[in-house]
C-alpha cells in the first residue's frame, strides 16, 4: 500500500506561487496514479488533477488550467504541485491521493474518479491573501 505525505503549504499573497510536494512511499513500481484534491473553507472536496507516475501525463480540470503544474520524479518518489498566479479562491486544504498500485494509465484525457483513490495524505494548508 501506499502512505503519502503532502508538505509546502502556506500563506501567500495573490498573484504568488507556492510548490506543494506529496512524498510517496510504500511501493516501488511506478503503475499508479496520484492525484491533487483540495477543499476550501465551506466547500465540497474537488479533484484539480492527476498524474501517472509511469507515463508521467497529466490532466487538470479547467479552473487550474495555466495555473497549475503536476510533475513526478521517480527516483525521489516525490509529486509536485506548483501553483502560480494564486487567487484567494484558491485558498483550501491540499491532498495529495494515490491509486492502488498496478495501475496503468487507462484515464487517458480525464480525472481518475476519486473513489479510485485508496490511499490520502493528511494534507497541508493553503492561505491566498487579498
Known amino acids: 500500500q501506499l502512505q503519502l505525505q503532502e508538505s509546502g503549504g502556506g500563506s501567500v499573497q495573490a498573484g504568488g506561487s507556492l510548490r506543494l510536494s506529496c512524498a510517496v512511499s510504500g511501493y516501488t513500481g511506478t503503475n499508479y496514479y496520484i492525484g491533487w484534491f483540495r477543499q476550501g473553507p465551506g466547500k465540497e472536496r474537488e479533484g484539480i488533477g492527476r498524474i501517472h507516475m509511469g507515463s508521467g501525463l497529466t490532466y487538470y480540470v479547467d479552473s487550474v488550467k495555466g495555473r497549475l503544474t503536476i510533475s513526478r520524479d521517480n527516483a525521489k518518489k516525490t509529486v509536485y504541485l506548483e501553483m502560480d498566479k494564486l487567487k484567494p479562491e484558491d485558498t483550501a486544504m491540499y491532498y495529495c491521493?494515490?491509486?492502488?498500485?498496478?495501475?496503468?494509465?487507462?484515464?487517458?484525457?480525464?480525472?481518475?474518479?476519486?473513489?479510485?483513490?485508496?490511499?490520502w495524505g493528511q494534507g497541508t494548508q493553503v492561505t491566498v491573501s487579498s
Open positions: 491521493a494515490g491509486t492502488r498500485p498496478g495501475l496503468a494509465d487507462y484515464y487517458a484525457g480525464s480525472l481518475v474518479p476519486a473513489n479510485q483513490y485508496n490511499y
